[in-house]
């Protein structure tokens, strides 16, 4: 059976990115709106609301969402007009979207269940003040309790998301972030440097990060959920993608495609990276213009004849790209490693006797 939902709001319009959530969901949804100031009580004018129960009533609807950013009592208030269905702000939209494999979400939904349940509690207790004693007051402080639990399980998942970032992968030569938008085309980022077997080409619910090997570099890739724009990162999204934001604070360049530049631009200067646009979005067209953007160094080497030289050799194969080897008098061959390997490079290559017989830089 086909899930039915309603988006109501007070804005005139519906939020763009509201609709690929709800499809995101599984619900074919409906609009119901106006344009009016907050009301006090249900965030949208009665009118509206009574429309919505009209629209309830006919049957077939189980989900009411509000295009906006009502309060804990406002929703309540709600669900106490709207029994029949299930209620949820736009953030809890959002973090529904996410919840099954994000654990932030899923705790900041379960937070505002329990805030809910609390704040019900707390209203019945005002009623029955005066009268005979009841559960309720126990109820109360196991609900706070509750909150309190939650609130600790949400603050555990952004640390837990933001230290696997940050501690991890800290040997790559560059960290780079693909960035994945709602409602864009399929993700960028699948089979690029990350195992694609399945064939999903959806972005991931939750960062990913992988390493990678491209040319002679060692990258760090963390590929973002398909993320919405409206100028910035909509506050329900940037509140359950910790990972992301970790990624973006250490990116060195971020990835996107020319569709969205704007996004891009706006989280490098936001973040201090460097910006990475493409036209297509192809693995190869990204890979390329990723190498192109990396800074790298080649050096022409003349190295002796022995074993040490020979060890070298071979260990310039693991670092970096070698290419032009030539065995001579001396052996002589070209390796491209990444600028950041340059130095110990030089440094192996004087202890076996050899030389650099010349260094050309290129991109960074």
């Not at 309540?76 to 953030?91: G, H, N, T, Y």
């Not at 109820?139 to 555990?156: K, Q």
């Not at 694609?196 to 972005?203: F, K, T």
């Not at 495609?257 to 201090?272: C, I, K, N, W």
């Amino acid at each position: 059976m086909t899930a039915h939902a309603i988006v109501s709001g007070r804005a005139g319009r519906v939020t763009p990115w509201l609709p690929a959530v709800m499809e995101s969901l599984g619900y074919v949804f409906e609009t119901v709106t106006t344009d009016a100031p907050e009301h006090g009580r249900y965030y949208i004018p009665p009118g509206v609301v009574n429309d919505v129960a009209d629209r309830i009533a006919e049957g077939g609807v189980g989900l009411v969402v509000i295009d906006g950013d009502p309060h804990i009592g406002q929703l309540l208030d709600l669900a106490d007009r709207l029994p029949s269905v299930s209620i949820l702000d736009r953030a809890g939209a959002v973090w529904s979207s996410f919840a099954a494999e994000n654990p932030v979400a899923d705790a900041r939904l379960e937070l505002r269940e329990a805030r809910l349940e609390r704040l019900a509690a707390e209203r019945r207790l005002r009623t029955e003040s005066g009268r005979s004693p009841s559960g309720t007051a126990s109820r109360v402080g196991d609900l706070e309790r509750r909150c309190t639990d939650r609130r600790e399980r949400v603050e555990d998942g952004i640390r837990r998301a933001e230290a696997s970032i940050e501690r991890e992968h800290r040997d790559a030569d560059a960290y780079v972030v693909v960035l994945n938008l709602l409602g864009a085309s399929p993700s960028i980022g699948r089979g690029l440097f990350f195992d694609d077997a399945d064939g999903d080409p959806s972005p991931p619910m939750r960062a990913e990060t992988t390493m990678g090997t491209l040319g002679p570099h060692r990258l760090a890739v963390t590929e973002t959920p398909a993320l919405p724009w409206e100028g910035t990162l909509p506050e329900p999204f940037e509140s359950v993608v910790p990972e992301t934001i970790a990624a973006l604070r250490r990116a060195d360049f971020v990835v996107g495609h020319e569709s969205g530049r704007a996004p891009v631009v706006h989280l490098v200067d936001r973040f201090d990276a460097r910006p990475i646009v493409v036209e297509s979005a192809t693995p190869m067209a990204v890979q390329e213009a990723i190498g192109a953007a990396l800074p790298v160094s080649r050096l022409h080497l003349t190295l002796p004849h022995g074993d040490p030289a020979q060890a070298t050799l071979s260990w310039l194969y693991e670092v970096g790209v070698v290419s032009d080897v030539s065995y001579g008098e001396a052996i002589t061959a070209t390796v491209t490693v990444s600028r950041s390997r340059t130095d110990a490079v030089m440094r192996r290559i004087r202890e076996v006797g050899g030389r650099a017989d010349s260094i050309e830089r290129t991109g960074g």
